[in-house]
């Protein structure tokens, strides 16, 4: 989860200089425009990252564009290492050789040293204060949030004809709500994700949105482990949340529901399969 990586880099990068690099060559501009800058400011905003870093004085071209801006798209991802060269954090990689590593960032020295690389991202460029605004004008309300405005997204789910499964998807009407969230929230709302976007009440949505924020954000404090069943409806004497466990619908299609028992089904929608259960999720 992206909010996740912000996270990380603020409390491990950010006030500190780092040295970029591109091992893999393909950001080779972009990590040398960066190289011996500070981290001053992490903002995560749905699916994308910004870091920014101060700019030096007199400076133009990529080394004035205050921000690094990267959309790690479904295979991407950040992979932290300690001053021991230890991977703390990150995916695991089998067999990797560190040639498709696209930018490896480091700060510190000694046993103070970290550092990060980024594999596998569809985006990672520097950006100026206007390429960002863009970016994020075109982003709907993020649930992690705090200046998020649900009002906004709910204006564009109430003109729509499109099923709310669908909508949850668009990175427009809310930002960073992926597959699990998509299916998982409308259940703990108990509606269906076939129902049109215009025929949710504003009471609807508005428990929609709380259980969007409140399961993001236990993933995102649970260090992006997503888990959305509470104790009570998972199996008694499991100390540690089984994948299998962890939520009410996501790949349980012909299982039984947690709560009602009836069997849950499940069907494609915006390309990606949705789950539900039609008793606890009725219309
Ligand atoms: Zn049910």
């Known amino acids: 989860?992206?909010?996740?990586?912000?996270?990380?880099f603020e409390e491990r990068m950010r006030g500190r200089v780092v040295r970029a690099s591109s091992p893999q060559g393909r950001f080779d501009d972009g990590a040398a425009a960066l190289d011996g800058r500070t981290l001053t400011r992490t903002e995560a905003y749905g699916k994308n990252l910004f870091l920014r870093f101060s700019v030096p004085r007199g400076a133009s071209g990529p080394r004035a564009k205050p921000w690094l801006l990267v959309h790690l798209g479904l295979i991407g991802g950040w992979r932290w290492y300690d001053a021991a060269a230890r991977q703390t954090d990150g995916r695991r990689l089998r067999g990797a050789d560190g040639s498709n590593r696209r930018v490896l960032l480091q700060a510190g020295r000694g046993e103070h040293a970290v550092s990060v690389d980024l594999r596998g991202a569809i985006t990672c460029r520097l950006v100026d204060d206007g390429e960002a605004?863009?970016?994020?004008?075109?982003?709907?309300?993020?649930?992690?949030?705090?200046?998020?405005?649900?009002d906004s997204a709910y204006a564009t789910i109430q003109r729509?004809?499109?099923?709310?499964?669908?909508?949850?998807l668009r990175q427009d009407v809310v930002a960073g709500a992926g597959l699990i969230w998509r299916c998982e929230a409308p259940f703990?709302?108990?509606?269906a994700p076939q129902r049109l976007g215009r025929d949710v009440s504003a009471q609807?949505?508005?428990?929609?949105?709380?259980?969007l924020a409140g399961i993001m954000a236990a993933a995102v404090d649970r260090g992006g482990a997503e888990v959305t069943t509470l104790?009570?409806?998972?199996?008694?004497?499991?100390?540690?949340?089984?994948?299998?466990d962890a939520f009410y619908l996501f790949r349980r299609g012909g299982e039984r529901c947690r709560v009602c028992g009836t069997r849950i089904r499940s069907e494609p929608m915006g390309g990606r399969t949705v789950w539900w259960c039609p008793t606890c999720q009725p219309g």
């Open 204 to 211: 609807e949505w508005s428990a929609l949105w709380g259980h």
């Open 188 to 191: 703990l709302a108990g509606v």
């Open 160 to 168: 729509s004809q499109s099923a709310l499964g669908t909508l949850l």
């Open 231 to 244: 104790r009570a409806d998972r199996p008694p004497g499991t100390r540690r949340v089984r994948r299998e």
């Open 133 to 150: 605004d863009l970016v994020l004008s075109r982003l709907g309300a993020d649930p992690l949030r705090a200046d998020a405005d649900p």
């Open 1 to 8: 989860m992206v909010h996740v990586d912000a996270r990380r």
